[in-house]
């Protein structure tokens, strides 16, 4: 049974960077893409980014400058970090597996259950 | 990239038949195999519920499909429960190999 569970700070301050870890188990993190999707209050899912293990990564344009990711893979975790932060970040955030065009696997099979990020001084 | 769009709301009485629709462009669903659609109950991790316009995974009830006209997709519940309230989103791989999300359905069973 895959699991992930977010971990991180549940408050950061305006113009800090907010830092979360993804914890897998029941599934290795190597040869795979996994993803950070957020929903703000009251608003829609959006698509953060995803990064392979190997380091590769793609951003959603409208973050990407502000966005950077990380895999450890001798943790079986991956990491996201958000600078610059303001309350427009503030949102519960989720990791997820996927997606993976050449696996076949183009779509987001396995979520944790989310962490919800205030940002506010 | 901008986020395909969805009905806010859309509602149906038990054992009705509804359907969202879910309208992109030629760069996102119309371009591609690649959309899915996620459950999201409150409090709740989203779930997969269609993958690759019209898949099931394993578990899913068939009374959950999908299908595609040009750049718009559809998602169709039968024989509405009241445990299908909650919200949907639909989603698609798009240029660059990125990906976009649905603005989000709230379905209510009446």
């Known amino acids: 049974q895959v699991q992930l569970q977010e971990s991180g700070p549940g408050l950061v301050k305006p113009s800090e960077t907010l830092s979360l870890t993804c914890f897998v188990s029941?599934?290795?993190?190597?040869?795979?893409?996994w993803s950070w999707i957020r929903r703000p209050a009251e608003k829609g899912l959006e698509w953060i980014g995803r990064i392979h293990s190997s380091g590769s990564a793609n951003f959603n344009p409208s973050l990407q400058r502000r966005v950077t990711m990380s895999v450890d893979k001798s943790r079986n975790q991956f990491s996201l970090k958000l600078n610059s932060v303001t309350a427009a970040d503030t949102a519960v955030y989720y990791c997820?597996?996927?997606?993976?065009?050449?696996?076949?696997?183009?779509?987001?099979?396995?979520w944790g259950q989310g962490t919800l990020v205030t940002v506010s001084s | 990239q901008s986020a395909l769009t969805q009905p806010a709301s859309v509602s149906g009485s038990p054992g009705q038949s509804i359907t969202i629709a879910c309208t992109g462009t030629?760069?996102?669903?119309?371009?591609?195999?690649?959309v899915s659609w996620y459950q999201q109950h409150p409090g709740k991790a989203p779930k997969l519920m269609i993958h690759d316009v019209t898949n099931r995974p394993s578990g899913i009830s068939d009374r959950f499909s999908g299908s595609k006209s040009g750049n718009t997709a559809s998602l169709t519940i039968s024989g509405l429960q009241a445990e299908d309230e909650a919200d949907y989103y639909c989603s698609s791989s798009t240029t660059g190999d990125l990906w976009v999300f649905g603005g989000g359905t709230k379905l209510t069973v009446l």
């Open positions: 997820a597996r996927g997606y993976f065009r050449s696996a076949g696997r183009v779509y987001f099979d396995y």
């Open positions: 029941g599934a290795s993190i190597n040869n795979d893409y």
């Open positions: 030629s760069s996102d669903v119309g371009g591609n195999n690649y």
